[in-house]
């Protein structure tokens, strides 16, 4: 009885599994839509579809300032959840957080290097780079931060990943303090900078900055579905992957480069948006369990509607001002999560 | 070459004629006083505007732009630095002022492509510069002449100010605190719109191996050696209570916290470089003549 229960439990899971992906897709549509055609300006999608004649004004609206704006937040959504995701199945650790490895710190110390001292840059950095600057450093720190960790956890070929657990504290706790001393130096104007960056904002997308980090997004996006029958068999532990003919250390060198180039790129154009990463996988997980096939794309597609709806908020609450999209995300979800985690505490045990 | 000469004549008629049918078109069309739709980024825009008498035509300010009073009534933009192009475009405005550091860069560049028209102010560290603020916010605005009598009363005013910053027997060294969170001093270096004014009331700043706001150490709190205290008068967390500054070990021991000589001012009016820039040196300079004076 209880043996012929679990392939039906774990087909009724799948079902459930699939349909979140209908329902998630459906709603990520629809947060495109509502992207796209809300806005202080009272611009419309429906005058579109009316065809001809749209003003200038309202043209240039929705496609210099809506429409990078919100496939931004589509992207940046979707690789925050998904590189929180795969993290967290490439540590087998609920806590495993792209902040953890490194590369958050590694990216934001990057930007505040910029803002503090992009002043002292030769000229024709300042020239060619322009305001590209800060997104820039900001990929590059995640990017290097990452290869240091990799190179340090990694021996004889094979990546140790409770060494880059620890070594990625180590560095974000190195790259904590050179920001710290950074912020020391700055001045005023600076660190109005450095706060509004701290807490992100979708408000600076742009299509040029879109060009530059969309398709390392991208890339990382379409690359982790690929990682899913791999992270299954990690969660079984190394050694029974390995013994189940996994490349074990293919999987892992493919998982660490996905999330250094989703979180990367992502804290380079967006700022630091914290709470998408840990918390959307979590609440999949909990809602249509732990297979990384289905939670890597409901993952991406529910990060990406969770980001537009929260812009939404952000751009029209103390409108014609703007709010920084993290306090959004973090005083929403915290406790919406902390309320879920009551609900299901004795039920699944994380 | 009667021709020519009648030719180049017949020319510059010509341009004259347009030139006037576009100015009549262009006063025509904005109800012969210029843009009635406009959004003050940066705390001494708005305050220039006011000053100018055009205070009905603004829209909308920025998080630093609190006088006239009559500011703080309009929908704020948010903070200078981070505008948002959508909902400035929303407002529909036919003006907006900038001071120099509005941003970020990307919302500039989509108005400018928006065609909303916005005039850059000239950031201001000196008298000279004051007076280009208001000529270029009056002219933006289409009243030059009451830019003309704003500008000369400024003027009068900076002269006066200038005067009685030459005629301070001794110039006193002034320490200009911008915040003392967690006990740690934050001053202004040179190249500070602190360090002008000081200047331009005749007093030297005591700070002069740094540049910017930087955070001074003990040792270098006391080297400053400062005559007066100078600190913004602000509510909430950054607000300097006299006390704290006097009982700061470093700042107790100068000659400023000896003698208890804290001034304090309001921060737009003392470093906002607009129209009472003037009254502000002014007022700065009569209490360090009454520091000297006290300390004899």
């Known amino acids: ?350 | 070459m009667t021709s020519l000469r009648n030719r180049a004549m017949e020319r510059v008629q010509a341009g004259a004629a347009a030139l006037v049918l576009v100015t009549a078109l262009a006063s025509g069309a904005q109800a012969e006083d210029g843009p009635r739709r406009v959004v003050a980024a940066g705390g001494s825009a708005a305050e220039i505007v006011f000053a100018l008498g055009q205070g009905d035509r603004l829209i909308a300010r920025d998080t630093t732009s609190s006088y006239p009073e009559a500011v703080l009534a309009l929908p704020d933009v948010g903070y200078v630095r981070s505008l948002s192009a959508e909902n400035l475009i929303a407002m529909d405005p036919d003006l907006i002022l900038a001071e120099h550091d509005a941003g970020p860069p990307e919302t500039i560049e989509i108005l400018a492509h928006a065609g909303v028209p916005l005039v850059t102010l000239p950031e201001a560290r000196t008298p000279a510069d004051v007076l280009a603020k208001i000529s270029v916010t009056a002219q933006a605005l289409g009243v030059p002449e009451a830019g003309a009598a704003l500008a000369a009363r400024t003027q009068a005013e900076l002269d006066a100010a200038a005067t009685a910053a030459a005629s301070l027997p001794i110039r006193p060294r002034v320490l200009f605190v911008l915040s003392m969170q967690g006990g740690r001093i934050l001053a202004a270096g040179t190249e500070t719109s602190a360090a002008a004014m000081i200047a331009m009331a005749g007093g030297v700043n005591a700070v002069t191996d740094l540049s910017g706001y930087k955070p001074l150490t003990d040792e270098a709190a006391i080297a400053a050696a400062p005559d007066v205290i100078l600190v913004m008068d602000r509510g909430g967390d950054l607000a300097i209570e006299t006390d704290q500054l006097l009982a700061h070990p470093a700042l107790g021991l100068t000659p400023a916290g000896q003698a208890g000589r804290v001034l304090r001012m309001d921060g737009l009016y003392l470093l906002g470089f607009g129209p009472r820039t003037g009254a502000a040196a002014l007022e700065l300079n009569r209490a360090l003549r009454g520091g000297l004076a006290e300390q004899g």
């Open chain 1, 1 to 350: 009885m209880v043996a012929l229960d679990i392939p039906r439990l774990a087909g009724e899971r799948e079902a459930q599994a699939r349909l979140t992906l209908f329902v998630l897709a459906a709603a990520l549509a629809l947060a495109m839509l509502l992207s796209l055609s809300h806005g202080a300006s009272g611009v419309s999608l429906w005058s579109l579809t009316l065809g001809d004649a749209m003003p200038a004004r309202d043209r240039l609206i929705l496609w210099e300032i809506r429409l990078p704006r919100m496939l931004t937040g589509v992207l940046v959504g979707a690789s925050l959840a998904v590189a929180g995701a795969v993290m967290q199945g490439l540590f087998r650790n609920p806590l495993a957080d792209p902040g953890l490895v490194g590369v958050g710190a590694g990216a934001g110390l990057g930007a505040v290097l910029a803002i503090v001292l992009g002043g002292l840059a030769p000229l024709w950095v300042a020239q060619t780079l322009g305001y590209h600057l800060v997104p820039l450093a900001a990929f590059l720190g995640g990017w290097a931060s990452t290869l240091v960790l990799y190179r340090v956890a990694t021996r004889a070929g094979r990546t140790s990943v409770a060494t880059m657990l620890l070594a990625g504290i180590a560095l974000g706790a190195l790259a904590g303090a050179v920001t710290g001393l950074l912020v020391y130096i700055a001045d005023d104007r600076q660190l109005r900078d450095l706060t509004f960056w701290g807490l992100g904002s979708l408000g600076g997308a742009s299509w040029p900055k879109l060009m530059a980090a969309g398709p390392v997004m991208l890339l990382a996006l379409l690359a982790a579905p690929f990682l899913a029958r791999g992270l299954n068999g990690l969660a079984l532990g190394e050694a029974a992957a390995h013994h189940i003919g996994l490349p074990v250390q293919r999987v892992k060198s493919v998982a660490i480069l996905t999330v250094a180039a989703a979180t990367g790129a992502a804290v380079a154009v967006a700022g630091g948006i914290g709470f998408i990463g840990i918390v959307v996988p979590h609440l999949l997980r909990l809602a249509t369990g732990p297979d990384h096939r289905y939670l890597l794309v409901n993952a991406g597609l529910a990060g990406a509607t969770l980001l537009l709806l929260a812009d939404l908020i952000a751009r029209s609450i103390i409108a014609p001002a703007e709010l920084p999209i993290g306090i959004v995300t973090a005083t929403l979800g915290a406790p919406v999560f902390l309320w879920i985690l009551l609900r299901r505490r004795g039920v699944v045990d994380l």
